[in-house]
């Protein structure tokens, strides 16, 4: 029933930029803290930058400041993850999720508990 799918993945070169979009289903976007989260090969899963339920707030790691942007459109039902400048350490795959009541600011993976299948971004020469 509560269902994300994220899309907008692909290979970007170095500079590049891709919008990512998790459109949600079975439940009201407006109620839930939206998160994208990423993962690379051997490492651990990482907030990248959660927005409020209102979609007033937002935060970003540290690393993807001024370069990554989320939004939510409640009315479509989606979120985006605007990217810019990609670079290779951005390559990981993405993954948005939702809580009815977790932290938008602290935006720690721990504290979603529904979660898409993830988009693979690799940002390579």
């Known amino acids: 029933q509560l269902q994300l799918v994220e899309s907008g993945g692909g290979l970007v070169q170095p500079g590049g930029s891709l919008r990512l979009s998790c459109s949600t289903s079975g439940f009201i976007l407006d109620n839930y803290v939206i998160g994208w989260f990423r993962q690379a090969p051997g490492k651990e899963r990482e907030g990248v930058s959660c927005i409020n339920s209102r979609g007033r707030s937002t935060v970003q790691r540290h690393s993807v400041k001024d370069r990554f942007s989320i939004s939510r459109d409640s009315a479509k039902g989606t979120v985006y993850l605007q990217m810019n400048s990609l670079k290779p350490g951005d390559t990981a795959r993405y993954f948005c999720?939702?809580?009815?009541?977790?932290?938008?600011?602290?935006?720690?993976?721990?504290?979603?508990?529904?979660w898409g299948q993830g988009t693979l971004v690799t940002v390579s020469s």
């Open positions: 999720a939702a809580s009815q009541r977790g932290s938008w600011y602290l935006c720690d993976y721990r504290d979603f508990d529904v």
